[in-house]
């Protein structure tokens, strides 16, 4: 089921209302920041008021009452008609006044290349008559060079033009562009809607593993039920290689058919409450009552500090989480799968039987 992968979360449906009111009343202001965590839905956010922005079909707003969602309606209102020329070219991803501007592959900032390029294109008339919109992500990703030229294309917008700049974190930002863009927070759902959100499509038990291991993050939480869905559970496989129970090769191969960074996720969450539940200690990781006791109350990035100097089962109990974070940040890197899941299969299992012999 992956009804739950795209589409603005219902939660911000009554956000972007209010900004295509002001929008059809001519009002809107030309430079909107949405600000979220990742996995806060920045990206449905925006692509639902592109779309909606350059809809050639006047589409009157529909509110939508929550209680409905937890019933399975249809939870996405539809800001655009999704059926005009201008909706099918953004559902093909060929509309020629929609812009993006992003880091391109290989490159750790957007470059002002890129900017010059897309400020050429903005002069020119819309060429389907109607607005034009530059969105722009991570606008935390843009360069000294590149901020200072954004800048200038928000000090002085081209005619019928909007740009949607996605952050992270807008105090990274030139304070000058903070200051010309209006400031749109996406907020983070109650529990009770995310997981009336995640019910509609999927059983209540999943939903509440996955409202775990995601902490409350909505897209991740979707993520984690697609992928058990897929196939095995990932606390599961958490599960096998704590307990050491299958092969090298075994467990590889079944970590290769899931979303990697998801397992390790799963992965930290099941050291943790290991620990917690005073279990690693039967296997001599954790064997000192207040060392472990430590380890439960403190959260799960914990294994960001380092370990040496808390004793040395503490110290391997950290040293797991520790690889784990390792990994997670390796694997941005885009590495070979097989043989990244492999090394740190391999990894993992030396800590373990460290612990044990
Ligand atoms: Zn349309």
């Known amino acids: 089921m992956s009804e739950l992968l795209e ?3 219902p939660w911000h449906v009554s956000s972007i209302n209010e900004l295509l009111a002001v929008y059809h009343a001519g009002a809107l202001h030309p430079a909107i920041m949405i600000c979220g965590q990742n996995h806060s839905g920045k990206r449905r956010f925006t692509s639902e008021l592109a779309s909606s922005l350059l809809c050639q079909a006047a589409v009157s ?30 559902q093909a991803q060929t509309h020629p006044d929609h812009y993006e501007l992003t880091i391109p592959d290989g490159r750790k900032s957007i470059p002002i290349d890129s900017v010059r390029e897309i400020q050429a294109k903005l002069q020119q008339t819309a060429q389907m008559r109607g607005s034009k919109v530059c969105c722009i992500w991570p606008a935390d990703g843009l360069n000294d060079n590149s901020s200072n030229a954004l800048l200038k294309l928000l000090e002085e917008p081209p005619s019928d033009t909007y740009f949607i700049l996605m952050a992270n974190s807008p105090r990274q930002l030139l304070p000058t562009i903070n200051s010309r863009c209006l400031k749109i927070n996406l907020r983070m759902p109650t529990n009770e809607e995310l997981r009336g959100w995640l019910a509609s499509a999927y059983a209540g038990g999943q939903v509440d593993e996955a409202i775990r291991l995601s902490r409350g993050f909505p897209e991740k939480a979707a993520d984690v039920l697609a992928e058990n869905t897929a196939g095995a559970s990932l606390e599961t ?6 307990s050491g129970s299958q092969s090298v090769s075994a ?3 079944s970590l290769e058919s899931v979303n990697f960074e998801l397992f390790l996720d799963a992965l930290v969450y099941r050291i943790h409450d290991a620990a917690k539940s005073g279990r690693l200690s039967a296997d001599g990781l ?6 472990q006791k430590g380890l439960a109350s403190s959260s799960p990035d914990v294994a960001n500090q380092s370990g040496q100097h808390l004793g040395a089962p503490l110290g391997r109990a950290l040293a797991m989480q520790s690889l784990v974070m390792r990994t997670r940040t390796s694997l941005r890197s885009n590495p070979n799968k097989k043989l990244f899941i492999e ?3 391999l990894n993992f299992r030396k800590i373990s039987n460290e612990s044990k012999g």
């Open 7 to 9: 589409g603005l979360l």
């Open 61 to 90: 707003d529909k509110s939508i009452d929550l209680a409905e969602h937890a019933q399975g309606d249809d939870i996405t209102a539809k800001r655009f008609c999704g059926t005009c020329q201008s909706c099918l070219l953004m």
């Open 237 to 242: 496989m958490a599960e096998a290689i704590l």
């Open 251 to 253: 467990l590889t191969a």
């Open 286 to 291: 954790v064997n000192k009552p207040s060392l």
């Open 343 to 345: 090394a740190f299969v």
